[in-house]
């Protein structure tokens, strides 16, 4: 295999000694991390394959030991979860309302408070900073459902779906911010100042020179929000009180709790309804979102 390879290269020069090099086999560690990601991997992706499965399962199969289906696949199980929740289009518009909003919003507040923070001179950026941090350590959603109610209700907010669309840009808003300002810190400051030199004012700058560079950090925040608000519950429940106004996460546990006689593979078609959204957007921005990372956007 050696005097294959290296045969041309004796031909075009008669002088040169054919060197054969031992072909490198993978070392052990890198063998036994491929094997260790393999088996998260495998952890991970089962439930969602299972219940997937389940959801196109027909009622005998439902109910054996088996992995696979024996007797085919059953599709119907959608149209009947349809039927037996009449609201289910409607909270599943509710979700894709609420969850839009929220990342539009929160997106767009912490890329201008990431590039206040890091390229503009303003008083106060540490303290501001302090804040930020010192609020993600305390479990706010937990210890304020009380104050986020009464606001709410001052507000006349109050089983209304878009006003959930407040509380949820308020607490996802500072670690927005902190990823957006790790990724600001990644852009050189000369380039800052060589275009304030050359006549560009701080929205120019932004909007042609810095965002082409933190693309991948906002796609980061898009994602980060994304699923917070998808599968946000607390909130949802405490705040909405008609069914027709409740996020689709609600409804689905209001369904595994007891909404009528149930079966494994309609319950299933509803939490495939449920997650498929945000596997698919995943699916497409996780390019963007691991470069996203790695570029900085969890920078301390």
């Given at each position: ?19 054969w090099t031992p072909r490198r086999f993978p070392r052990w560690q890198t063998v036994a991390r491929h094997v260790v990601l393999a088996l998260f991997a495998i952890v991970i992706l089962f439930p969602i394959v299972w219940v997937l499965i389940m959801s196109v399962k027909t009622l005998p199969d439902a109910y054996q030991n088996e992995i696979w289906p024996a007797h085919g696949f059953d ?226």
């Amino acid at each position: 295999m050696a005097m294959e390879t290296t045969a041309p290269i004796a031909a075009a020069h008669p002088d040169a000694v054919a060197v054969w090099t031992p072909r490198r086999f993978p070392r052990w560690q890198t063998v036994a991390r491929h094997v260790v990601l393999a088996l998260f991997a495998i952890v991970i992706l089962f439930p969602i394959v299972w219940v997937l499965i389940m959801s196109v399962k027909t009622l005998p199969d439902a109910y054996q030991n088996e992995i696979w289906p024996a007797h085919g696949f059953d599709f119907a199980h959608y149209g009947q979860a349809l039927q037996q929740i009449d609201t289910l289009p409607r909270n599943f518009l509710n979700s894709v309302v609420v969850t839009l909003s929220t990342v539009v919003i929160t997106t767009v507040c912490a890329v201008l408070a990431g590039y206040a923070l890091v390229h503009l001179s303003m008083p106060g950026k540490a303290l501001v900073l302090a804040v930020l941090v010192a609020s993600m350590f305390f479990p706010t959603r937990v210890t304020a459902i009380i104050a986020i109610w009464e606001v709410q209700r001052s507000l006349g907010l109050i089983n209304r779906t878009w006003g959930l669309v407040f509380p949820y840009v308020t607490l996802s808003l500072a670690i927005s911010v902190f990823i957006m300002r790790g990724m600001f810190e990644t852009v050189p400051k000369e380039l800052g100042d060589a275009a304030r030199i050359d006549g560009a004012g701080p929205v120019r700058m932004l909007l042609q020179i810095m965002l082409p560079i933190v693309s991948n950090g906002i796609v980061v925040v898009i994602i980060v929000n994304f699923v917070a608000a998808w599968g946000e519950y607390l909130l949802a429940t405490t705040l909405m009180n008609d069914l027709s106004q409740k996020t689709l996460p609600v409804v689905l546990a209001s369904a595994s709790g007891g909404m009528g006689a149930w079966v494994w593979p309609r319950l299933a078609a509803v939490y495939v309804m449920a997650i498929l959204p945000g596997l698919v957007a995943f699916g497409i921005a996780q390019r963007w979102y691991m470069k996203g990372l790695q570029e900085g956007a969890l920078k301390a």
